[in-house]
């Protein structure tokens, strides 16, 4: 009898045991998928020269008002996006254009070039990417007129400050990352990523602007998301996978202290592997991963909120350009005080 009674308490305590270690292991699998963060570096400063609501529409709204496919349309829209950066002051120095062939069509990227005031020469460059192309006749505003606008502004805010930033910058405007470059190695940002790996961080641009406080609105890839991520449309979502774990962390916290103090939206992350949630990869940071060059996505989390998407009603006057403002404002922030 006592013999039984002993076996049991061993037996129990071996089960709790296994019990505290597999909490222990969940719980640290979600503080590396959802990255909480309890405090923030305070660094704002008021002299910085924030973003224009009023820019941002204007811009969506000529950047989604062709048939973004087409070769005439995407020249045109080339066109706009030097035409702004001339009128916003960018010297032509700092702009190069790359242009490259496939699929038998042509294209071209634009990189406006800061660089750091420091000039030292073991300064990492830190790229930041968003695509002015589209798949079929539709005007795609959040995808991706919305941050192509976003990229513009702060192209026009960001020289203004490089000497606060201690690092180099290349805001880049491209053309393949719809259909049928997708998840291709014809994607620039693959070709780009297999070419540099001087590169610090590549932050990619990807629809930013779809926001709503209605309940219930936010859907996801796997269903027991929804117990950790809020099912109302009114945050933002910084997006990596495992191997990214610091470099989400270090814009979160950054990106996180700017809406605290200043922003009606809030923020919120995954770092998940792409096997088992593969539309974590849907855009060009994944491009990046493949050379382990760290990356990650700024998004509204796009066909998962979004139900315009890819559709003719994807236009400029359903986005939230106040909240934009705040995104893009949040973005210039993290990009200057970033490792510094």
């Not at 798949?135 to 192509?148: E, Q, T, Y």
């Not at 940002?189 to 001087?198: L, T």
């Not at 770092?271 to 060059?293: G, R, T």
């Amino acid at each position: 009898m006592a013999g039984g009674l002993f076996f049991r308490k061993v037996v129990m305590k071996i089960f709790g045991i296994i019990a505290s270690i597999l909490l222990l292991l969940v719980w640290g699998m979600l503080f590396v998928i959802k990255q909480p963060i309890f405090f923030t570096d305070k660094k704002i400063e008021d002299t910085i020269q924030w973003s224009d609501s009023k820019k941002l529409e204007e811009h969506v709204k000529i950047l989604s008002s062709g048939e973004r496919f087409t070769d005439i349309w995407l020249e045109k829209a080339s066109i706009y996006i030097l035409s702004i950066l001339k009128e916003i002051g960018i010297d032509e120095s700092g702009i190069v254009i790359q242009e490259y062939s496939v699929w038998d069509r042509n294209y071209h990227n634009i990189i406006v070039r800061l660089d750091s005031i420091s000039k030292k020469e073991d300064l990492r460059t830190y790229v930041v990417w968003a695509h002015y192309d589209g798949h079929g006749l539709l005007p795609w505003a959040d995808d991706n007129a919305s941050w192509v606008a976003g990229l513009l502004e702060i192209a026009r805010i960001l020289p203004g400050y490089m000497e606060r930033a201690n690092k180099n910058v290349e805001l880049v405007f491209y053309s393949t990352e719809e259909m049928p470059n997708f998840s291709t190695q014809t994607m620039w940002s693959y070709i780009h990523a297999a070419k540099n790996q001087n590169i610090e961080l590549a932050i990619i641009l990807e629809m930013i602007w779809y926001f709503s406080d209605e309940k219930w609105s936010q859907s996801f890839p796997i269903n027991a998301m929804k117990y950790l991520y809020s099912d109302t449309w009114d945050y933002i979502a910084l997006v990596s996978n495992f191997s990214n774990f610091g470099s989400v962390r270090k814009v979160k916290n950054l990106f996180q202290s700017y809406l605290w103090d200043n922003s009606s939206i809030w923020l919120d992350s995954i770092n998940a592997p792409s096997l088992l949630v593969p539309q974590i990869s849907f855009s060009d940071h994944s491009s990046y991963w493949k050379f382990w060059v760290p990356a990650l996505m700024i998004t509204d989390t796009a066909f998962l909120r979004n139900k315009n998407y890819h559709t003719p009603e994807d236009t400029y006057e359903k986005l939230d350009y106040e909240r934009m403002k705040e995104v893009v404002d949040a973005t210039v922030y993290t990009i200057l005080y970033i490792d510094k």
